[in-house]
């Protein structure tokens, strides 16, 4: 329990608030001002009688909110003080936007009502409205980016104190961070941020992971940096001698991204090469700084062999979210491949801190508005996805997500212009990218010369050019082509335009129709004789005119009884039945909140994880009563638990399983003979587990085999491995995390 001392508590809170003062001083060199302090008092005020749910006084959390937009994101007062108020409103009825405008003025009244409108998708049930508050907060974004900075501090602050929830809770949290937040900050370029969010989503969604691997990575520290030392050594002392003034960094990658690659390849952690990148910061002038890029490359492939390739210029070209580096990957003598990355002070400072740290050094007056292009054709992007009529539904969310993730492909005009676009396009929707009208009328493109299919991807580098003609117009399929929201917009609103002509023209068709049986074309029978027909509205009954006519008799037969005068309630031919979706209330558990225990219902376990009992899983429900049951790592429950929450429950294994569950290992190693029938020995017979498939590459010396067959649990599995590992010839084994289609 927390226990209550007001005194110690009041030491805590100035200390906080001079950590906070400290955060900003030495990021601005600026002193405390008055404002910033009646903010303070303001904030404390408010929340004067509030505690967090760990028992500690509320006004911790804006102090830490805004230590975090001070000393991590690097903004400045105004973002403070909206920072310390950012709870206020809606916590304490006695406290106003009105009040706040008075106080600290129009822009911080501003940002504080727009944090005070998003709501965190995980409080709601329902997914629309979750939708709802995503779409709010990135309205906000196009006008303040401040907002977004502020409720990633937020969220940053809540992750970090996520012991406190309850535990059926941290998960959906922990997902809606994934799924949202963490893409959100990529984008932003808040790199460290971004990495610290996914950590810690990883913490609460996979403890088990996140705890092995943060232990493999302590374990294998001091081995690292003794290599590290030997491997900079030459460089250092090469830079020395021609007078460059640098530091080098060597932290080891995020616990989430390194589980990310041991997943993506399949690996164990021990095979995961680069736990580390090694980055050159140099001190140099802005004027000066690529030259002197390029030049440290060349100290460093003097030293050492880079990999072909791997030579990723960030500096001529940055990325979208302004990063900015030259990244190498050389041979180090033991034959370990280390990636260098190479970068001035200012650009480092960028690729950690993103958008905010633009403005420190855009020499620019105006400093609300950042002009960095990547950033605002992204903004543009959102802005137009969000003035969409459709943008109330889900694919909204998927356009938007779209956006966060993409890479970037860039790709060259007939005229040479450079374009960028998310990595993936097509090369319809660079013809969409270049003008709406260009893609409507669009009717082959021309990639190097050659004609291509529309639905061809683009490849950096290529040059496109799109060839149209007035005489064409987009097609339903094309929204299989496009990818990115500007083309699927665009082809969207021209197809719907198309159909209104084509509704028009079948309108047209059935007034003629009912004049022919002397039936009045009335607004009402349209739409009784829609309802009838079963269509969702008279636009799809008139779509459908316009398609191919309606059969006579239908029509006749609703004339006919429209006339007897007996309007019972009838059935049309075509009425189709929404179905509704119970909702199933959940049921308390006391350990784990919600939780379901899995020999309470029907459940089938999800053919993209295969979760055995021992993994922390999921339930999704997709009508209410069946259930599929994912292991919480696998990316479609991390998508599911962000956009159905209410369909989720946190289902446990029941301890009776009688049932066998199916897995996969993946075993590599050198050949020799009688491999396999070693391997299948001692898993049939040894084990004595039923095989159900069994596959192996080989190339030179070297096999690969996927093996799969039914066990009970983890235990199972691990046990398996482990003597797997023990058989001749097998240097790895490990589980399958992604299952091929079967
Ligand atoms: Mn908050």
Redesign the pocket.
């Known amino acids: 329990m927390y226990d209550i001392d007001l005194q110690k508590e009041k030491r805590e809170i100035v200390k906080r608030y001079r950590a906070l003062m400290r955060a900003w001083n030495s990021n601005k060199g600026v002193q405390e001002n008055n404002l910033v302090r009646k903010a303070f008092i303001m904030a404390s005020q408010a929340h004067f009688t509030m505690r967090r749910r760990t028992g500690e006084p509320y006004i911790y959390?804006?102090l830490e909110?805004a230590r975090i937009v001070a000393g991590e994101i690097g903004l400045g007062e105004t973002a403070i003080i909206s920072a310390l108020l950012?709870?206020v409103v809606e916590d304490n009825p006695d406290y106003t936007i009105e009040m706040i405008r008075q106080n600290f003025g129009d822009k911080v009244a501003y940002i504080v009502d727009g944090l005070t409108k998003i709501k965190d998708g995980y409080e709601r049930l329902e997914s629309t409205a979750q939708v709802e508050s995503i779409k709010k907060m990135l309205l906000t974004l196009s006008d303040d980016v401040r907002v977004i900075l502020i409720k990633l501090a937020?969220r940053l602050?809540?992750m970090r104190t996520l012991d406190s929830m309850p535990a059926s809770k941290q998960q959906n949290i922990a997902a809606e961070t994934l799924y949202l937040y963490s893409p959100l900050a990529h984008r932003l370029g808040l790199y460290v941020i971004k990495s610290e969010l996914e950590d810690l989503a990883l913490k609460y969604n996979e403890p088990e992971i996140y705890r092995t691997i943060s232990l493999k990575l302590q374990e294998t520290e001091l081995e690292r940096k003794s290599f590290i030392q030997k491997f900079i050594f030459p460089i250092k002392r090469s830079m020395a001698l021609q007078g460059i003034s640098f530091d080098i960094d060597t932290r080891a990658k995020s616990v989430y991204s390194i589980y990310k690659k041991m997943q993506v390849k399949e690996i164990p952690f021990e095979e995961v090469y680069d736990l580390f990148a090694v980055r050159i910061i140099i001190d140099t002038p802005p004027e000066q700084e690529k030259l002197d890029c390029w030049r440290i490359y060349t100290l460093i492939t003097d030293n050492y062999n880079p990999k072909l390739n791997r030579l990723r210029d960030w500096i001529s070209t940055p990325k979208a979210n302004g990063y900015e580096s030259l990244h190498t990957t050389v041979m180090s003598p033991t034959g370990q491949w280390v990636e260098v990355q190479i970068r001035s002070r200012r650009m480092h400072e960028i690729a950690e801190r993103g958008y905010a740290a633009h403005w420190k050094y855009k020499q620019q007056v105006d400093k609300d508005r950042a002009q960095e292009s990547g950033l605002d054709d992204w903004l543009a992007e959102v802005r137009k996805i969000l003035k969409s009529p459709d943008a109330n539904t889900l694919n909204f969310l998927d356009d938007i997500k779209l956006t966060l993730f993409s890479d970037e492909v860039f790709v060259w005009t007939p005229k040479g212009h450079l374009k960028s676009l998310p990595s993936g396009s097509t090369v319809l929707d660079f013809a969409y990218l270049v003008h709406t009208e260009l893609g409507n009328h669009c009717i082959g493109v021309k990639v190097n010369r050659n004609l291509v299919p529309l639905d061809q991807k683009l490849r950096s580098g290529d040059q496109v050019e799109v060839i149209a003609s007035k005489k064409s117009f987009p097609k339903e399929e094309w929204l299989e082509y496009a990818i990115t929201p500007r083309a699927r917009y665009s082809i969207k609103e021209a197809l719907k335009e198309q159909r209104k002509e084509q509704a028009a023209e079948g309108r047209h068709k059935l007034e003629e129709v009912f004049a022919t049986y002397d039936f009045k074309c009335s607004k009402n029978n349209i739409i009784r004789f829609s309802e009838y027909m079963g269509f969702a509205s008279p636009a799809d009954l008139f779509y459908k005119m316009y398609q191919e006519n309606i059969p006579a008799e239908h029509i006749l037969k609703f004339i006919k009884l429209e006339n007897s005068e007996l309007h019972l309630p009838t059935k049309g031919p075509e009425v189709k039945q929404k179905r509704e979706v119970p909702y199933l209330p959940a049921k308390p558990k006391s350990k784990h909140g919600t939780t379901y225990d899995l020999d309470d219902f029907n459940y089938v376990v999800a053919s993209c994880c295969h979760p055995l009992p021992g993994d922390e899983i999921i339930a999704y429900t997709p009508d209410g009563v069946n259930r599929i049951v994912h292991r919480t790592n696998c990316p479609e429950a991390i998508e599911l638990m962000s956009r159905f929450a209410n369909r989720i429950t946190h289902a446990s294994w029941s301890n009776k399983h009688m049932n066998t569950f199916l897995a996969g290992l993946k075993i590599s190693g050198f050949d020799r003979k009688s491999m396999i029938s070693d391997i299948i020995r001692v898993i049939s017979e040894e084990m004595r587990f039923n095989v159900r498939s069994f596959h192996i590459d080989t190339s030179g010396e070297l096999y690969e085999a996927y093996i799969s067959f039914f066990i009970h649990d983890t235990v199972d599995i691990n046990r398996t491995i482990e003597r797997i590992k023990q058989i001749e010839g097998v240097s790895a084994a490990a589980r399958m995390l992604k299952f091929l289609k079967t």
């Open positions: 959390h804006p909110v950012h709870d937020d602050h809540n």
